[in-house]
């Protein structure tokens, strides 16, 4: 039987995958095309709108990225129709397998690197990701929330902003780390709360920004354009009128 690694040898092996990525990344850092296409790994749990907006956005000819997995926390999530529908390779994983985070964790690590995926899409995906799938994909993780972060993180940010009478709420992309809703922030969108809005209406138009914005971050990443500043945590995007 093998020895368990200790501590600073877990750390460095880590540390090794964070630079073999890079490295690749820096290899791979090209605009993308429809022939030369950014693969991307949708994490889903529910309907999947934003998967469909992505693969809507695919088929036009507006977006040179190509879903090569999509996973689902929910063997039951409508996404998975979608996917099928659309001839992407799928899978979920069930409760069983989340009662040990570090497994499932170390399973979509797995997959998403066998499918060849470059960076891990998050798009209703309600579950925590933990340092197995992070430390796989450093700083290509991404994630969408239902607000102008860091303002109403968690995991009810369009009821608690109606709740609390803000006028302006939104949605917000970021990069994913081990804190929820803490990662760096690469783009935003406002969405004005009306008068005479009720949860459900301001909800569907959050979720229709939602569908504008996921598409167009991932074309500017697919372009080259999107650089995370790793000392500040700020990010920029050339070319961003476009």
């Known amino acids: 039987m093998s020895e368990k690694p200790t501590e600073d040898e877990a750390m460095d092996k880590i540390e090794a995958s964070r630079k073999a990525y890079a490295q690749a990344r820096k290899q791979n850092s090209r605009a993308r095309t429809a022939q030369d296409p950014l693969k991307i790994a949708v994490l889903i749990s529910g309907n999947g709108t934003n998967l469909q907006a992505i693969l809507d956005a695919i088929d036009a000819g507006d977006l040179p990225v190509e879903v090569v997995l999509v996973l689902s926390s929910r063997p039951d999530a409508y996404g998975l129709k979608r996917a099928a529908k659309a001839g992407v390779p799928m899978m979920s994983l069930d409760r069983e397998t989340y009662k040990n985070p570090q497994v499932a964790d170390d399973i979509i690590a797995t997959e998403c690197k066998q499918h060849g995926a470059e960076y891990i ?122």
């Open 121 to 242: 899409v998050m798009a209703g995906y309600m579950r925590l990701l933990g340092a197995d799938v992070l430390d796989s994909f450093p700083d290509h993780v991404l994630n969408i929330h239902p607000a102008l972060l860091p303002s109403f993180r968690g995991a009810h940010a369009i009821k608690d902003a109606f709740d609390a009478g803000v006028k302006v709420t939104g949605v917000t992309v970021h990069f994913a780390n081990a804190s929820y809703d803490k990662g760096a922030i690469i783009a935003q969108c406002p969405v004005a709360v009306r008068e005479d809005d009720t949860q459900d209406t301001l909800e569907a138009r959050i979720h229709e920004t939602e569908h504008v914005l996921y598409p167009w971050v991932l074309k500017h990443i697919a372009a080259g354009d999107v650089t995370l500043n790793t000392e500040t945590g700020k990010v920029h995007i050339d070319n961003a009128d476009e």
